[in-house]
């Protein structure tokens, strides 16, 4: 079943490119920094002006997209319409439904209320209301934010055989988050995180700067400006060496970093590391999260915007992977990768400790934010 | 193991090159290439699509791999057409060990990798490289991101494949160079695939 669920995926974005083009609040933005989206969501057929009589909706297709690299599931609702409608969605007050009116189509006899496979919802129902339109409400297994869906409608295309369709598009909930926190910085526990160390030199540049050097002189700098304001930090390591042990296996190393904050019931985990590519024009600063409380996001969010204003490199955003140190730490956790390593000009940057200490600077201003996002709104963005 | 130099294929890069993107928003008129030596030549970079025709009735395949954008932000496919195969899987492999002409894209393999073995179990694609994809590696959290997804997302392509194991000298690799979580078949990631 999933297999042929992904096989119509595949055909879908295969021959129909607009399915992505098409996204009117999402155009020309990479999906890994989505803007904070309205309230309330509408999306207009521009292809008939005139609405139809008795326009129904005809079919309903569902599909679970499973994020392998980056992390992260999304459910794809596909609706077939006869005619062209206009759609406007929104959250209920629990954030566990989304709620899509049809203005210009009633429910057709074909489909009624389709249960799901519980992934990312439970159900979806269908509901003729008055005046020719109607009502389809999603269940969600968790609760989601604004900015975890996206309701858009696509224009028929006879080359391709499709008709008009509604498609609802919503990432897999985050559990409710039991983690609260409190604004500031006073108090807290923060695991900082240099990246590799010891046998581990890391990425190396063109001029022999080794990661492992930099992450180190910018996590100390961190060290200092935090436990000034009153933090409790704890570094994975002091020096250059390796936290498990020489040549360990690579797990038993990342295990023994993840436990420093496991143990010690640390805030956040934050990994600092300096970015590679065999490209030596790419550059810039990117913090990786993996979506695994509802916390994490906003650290990275924070984290990334701080970064960028300190260190003025390109911002490559915040973005989802599936990287041990964030899977394995239970609570909130990034790693920053603050330059390119790999690129001539950074290299030369990410030495000067003036530098460090600006994005150390950075790194603690995006905590500071973060505690006090967390504590006023909650996790998401 | 399949010699790419001497296959003559068509290369269709569905996905328009990033740099021709900006500069030239039209397709140019050459869009059709017809190459027939032992190389492809390298495809200028406003070249949105390159197409190389079989001179012959030889029955062909479709097989489609990625590759970073110059930014090392996203993967693009790459469409080769090659001579039709009882190995898919492995032929795009090689492929991607191959690199690309395209001046827009940046191959995510480190030179000298070497595919070793590769074989379907129950859904899950087993590729195993020689060690050179983690001792060439340029190490960083980016690369290691764009190489695994450009593997995973090869090798899904394949109707037959769900999920991929990544092998290092016959063995299972916890992390290739220190991010990302490797224990584990992966599927494949359409995120990180660049949207035009």
Same mark, same amino acid.
């Given at each position: 079943m999933r297999r042929r669920l992904l096989s119509l995926f595949l055909l879908i974005m295969f021959l129909m490119p607009q399915v992505t083009l098409a996204r009117p609040s999402h155009t020309n933005i990479p999906s890994a920094v989505s803007p904070v989206a309205p309230i309330i969501k509408e999306t207009m057929m521009t292809t008939n002006e005139d609405v139809l009589p008795r326009v129904e909706l005809t079919n309903v297709r569902w599909f679970v997209n499973k994020e392998g690299v980056t992390g992260g599931n999304n459910l794809r609702l596909v609706i077939d319409t006869t005619g062209p409608v206009q759609v406007s969605s929104k959250l209920d007050d629990t954030n566990s439904q989304v709620v899509i009116d049809i203005t210009g189509a009633t429910v057709g006899n074909t489909i009624g209320c389709l249960p799901l496979d519980g992934d990312i919802a439970d159900q979806v129902s269908f509901t003729t209301m008055a005046n020719?339109?109607?009502?389809?409400?999603?269940?969600?297994?968790?609760?989601?934010?604004?900015?975890?869906?996206?309701?858009?409608?696509?224009? =028929?295309? =006879?080359?391709?055989?499709?008709?008009?369709? +509604?498609? +609802?598009?919503?990432?897999?909930?985050?559990?409710?988050?039991e983690y609260t926190f409190t604004s500031g910085l006073q108090n807290k526990v923060i695991v900082i995180d240099p990246g590799h160390g010891g046998s581990d030199s890391g990425a190396v540049g063109l001029n022999k700067t080794q990661e492992k050097t930099i992450t180190l002189a910018v996590a100390q700098k961190v060290q200092v400006l935090l436990e000034k304001a009153g933090a409790e930090v704890?570094?994975?390591?002091?020096?250059?060496k390796d936290v498990y042990g020489p040549n360990a296996s690579a797990v038993d190393e990342l295990k023994a970093r993840t436990s420093v904050a496991n143990d010690n019931n640390a805030a956040v985990f934050l990994s600092i590391h300096i970015d590679a590519s065999s490209n030596l024009i790419a550059g810039g600063t990117t913090t990786y999260y993996y979506p695994k409380t509802k916390y994490d996001v906003l650290l990275a969010q924070c984290i990334q915007n701080n970064l960028v204003v300190a260190g003025r490199l390109q911002n490559r955003g915040r973005r989802p992977a599936r990287f041990y140190v964030m899977r394995n730490t239970e609570m909130p956790a990034v790693l920053a990768e603050l330059a390119f390593i790999s690129n001539p000009n950074e290299e030369q940057l990410i030495n000067s400790p003036q530098f460090q200490q600006q994005m150390a600077q950075g790194i603690v201003q995006g905590l500071d934010a973060f505690f006090a996002l967390a504590a006023k709104n909650g996790g998401g963005l | 193991m399949l010699s790419v130099q001497k296959v003559l294929w068509v290369i269709m890069i569905l996905m328009a090159s990033l740099a021709a993107g900006c500069a030239n928003s039209t397709v140019p008129a050459q869009s059709n290439l017809l190459y027939l030596g032992a190389t492809t030549p390298g495809n200028p970079v406003s070249t949105r699509t390159t197409t190389t025709i079989f001179p012959l009735e030889q029955e062909t395949m479709q097989v489609t791999i990625y590759h970073a954008t110059n930014d090392a932000m996203y993967l693009i496919? #790459?469409?080769? !057409?090659?001579?039709?195969?009882?190995?898919?899987?492995?032929?795009?492999?090689?492929?991607?060990?191959?690199?690309? /002409?395209?001046?827009?894209?940046?191959?995510?393999?480190?030179?000298?990798?070497?595919?070793?073995?590769?074989?379907v179990k129950d859904h899950i694609a087993y590729? @195993?490289?020689?060690?050179?994809?983690?001792?060439?590696?340029?190490?960083?959290?980016?690369?290691?991101?764009?190489?695994?997804?450009? !593997?995973?997302?090869?090798?899904?392509?394949?109707?037959?494949?769900? /999920?991929?194991? !990544?092998?290092? #000298?016959?063995? /299972?690799?916890?992390? !290739?160079?220190?991010?990302? @979580?490797?224990?584990?078949?992966?599927s494949r990631s359409e995120k990180i695939i660049k949207k035009l």
């Open positions: 020719n339109n109607s009502k389809i409400i999603v269940s969600l297994t968790g609760v989601i934010d604004n900015s975890d869906y996206n309701v858009f409608t696509l224009p =028929s295309n =006879s080359a391709a055989n499709k008709i008009f369709r +509604v498609v +609802v598009d919503i990432n897999k909930p985050i559990p409710k988050a704890l570094m994975t390591r002091q020096t250059d | 496919p #790459e469409i080769h !057409i090659v001579p039709k195969n009882d190995y898919p899987a492995q032929t795009a492999i090689e492929l991607l060990l191959a690199g690309t /002409k395209n001046m827009a894209l940046v191959s995510v393999m480190p030179p000298d990798t070497k595919l070793r073995a590769l074989w590729v @195993d490289f020689n060690d050179n994809l983690i001792k060439k590696n340029t190490g960083g959290s980016t690369s290691e991101l764009l190489l695994v997804a450009a !593997i995973v997302n090869t090798l899904t392509e394949f109707p037959n494949i769900q /999920k991929v194991q !990544i092998l290092v #000298e016959g063995n /299972k690799v916890d992390t !290739i160079v220190g991010h990302m @979580d490797t224990t584990q078949p992966l």
